[in-house]
């Protein structure tokens, strides 16, 4: 490695290391947001466009397998879309971060301007045509989403704040009953960990009141705090990266 790259990962370690001490850090925050908009996101795709993830691909596998073997009348196209969608955006937002290495603050402020444009397109065309399930319109607006997630989670996976993936909890969960003091650990990272669970609990349930009114409401909800999380959040983070 040369002497560039090893300061410029050294560079991303400590990013993530502060970030990772006080939930009160810029990068925690914005990824708790983000955590959130996860839930919002997951509502509109699994309740309102046909049983399908466009955050949780774990998720998505599964429910694929299922679909393939004929099981409880789940569909194979949407989350067939879905992985494509989103392995496409993980592959673009993995060159982004390539280019972007040495430089935090605009990656991310870059990889959020992605996120927002490709969210706001899905609400745009869930709001002007007639979108349901098993329909090119669901699928468009699930490639849509599944894209942002993968733009995202390559970003979120290059910074490496521990426990906040912003779009899966498995590990997290984990690391909060492993390192609990009830089972002999220290507690450390608890806070962390269970402000993760708690912001996509209450952006799942967020978005699925919102779904009761429209498909695109949870979506443009999900554009307006996205935004709101770059301009309050982006501009310290310029200072500290």
Known sequence: MSASGGAHAMGHESLGVRASRSIRHPLTRTLLVLTFTTGLVDAVSYLGLGHVFAANMTGNIVLLGFGIAGS???????????????????????????????????????????????????????????????????????????????????????????????????????????????????GKGTTRRTAAVLAMLIGAIVGALLLKTSLALPLASAVAITVAASIFYIPPLRGDA
């Open 72 to 186: 409880g009348g789940l569909p194979v196209l949407a989350p067939l879309v879905s992985l494509a969608a989103f392995l496409l955006g993980a592959g673009a937002g993995g060159v982004l971060a390539a280019r972007l290495a040495d430089r935090h603050p605009s990656h991310i402020a870059c990889a959020l301007a992605i996120e927002v444009s490709l969210i706001a397109a899905a609400a745009v065309l869930s709001a002007a045509a007639d979108v349901h399930p098993n329909a090119i319109g669901a699928d468009a607006t699930i490639a849509l989403l599944a894209l942002a997630m993968g733009v995202r989670n390559a970003t979120v996976r290059r910074i490496a704040v521990p426990d906040l993936t912003t779009t899966v909890l498995t590990m997290t969960l984990t690391g909060l009953a492993a390192d609990s003091p009830l089972f002999g650990g220290t």
